[in-house]
């Protein structure tokens, strides 16, 4: 059964840190991508970064450049959003998702977790 499972979400003041995890089991995560999405409320789901679990490559979306980093931890077979200088308009839901080939079509989903940045 594939498992995509997020934990770490929460409240933090602006300017702070977080640090997402995404648990993945079920699936040969050597032929996917790892995603972060998010999807704050009234919005589009949207683009956060991505890793490619057997080159490590990673991609960025342009609104969270050099504030995020995508990394993987290939022990525990989990992939990490670490957030810095959190803004108010990173507040959204935050999802885990794996696929094959692009971001617009993703395979499988994690179920999503808060993240709440506000003072």
């Known amino acids: 059964q594939v498992q995509l499972v997020e934990s770490g979400g929460g409240l933090v003041q602006p300017g702070g840190s977080l640090r997402l995890s995404c648990a993945a089991s079920g699936f040969t995560l050597d032929d996917y991508t790892i995603g972060w999405f998010r999807q704050a409320p009234g919005k589009e789901r949207e683009f956060v970064g991505s890793i490619n679990w057997s080159s490590g490559n990673t991609y960025y979306g342009e609104s969270i450049k050099g504030r995020f980093t995508v990394s993987r931890d290939n022990a525990k077979n989990t992939v990490d959003l670490q957030m810095n200088s959190l803004k108010p308009e990173d507040t959204a839901v935050y999802y885990c998702?794996?696929?094959?080939?692009?971001?617009?079509?993703?395979?499988?989903w994690g179920q999503g977790i808060q993240v709440n940045v506000s003072s």
């Open positions: 998702a794996a696929y094959l080939g692009s971001y617009e079509d993703v395979d499988y």
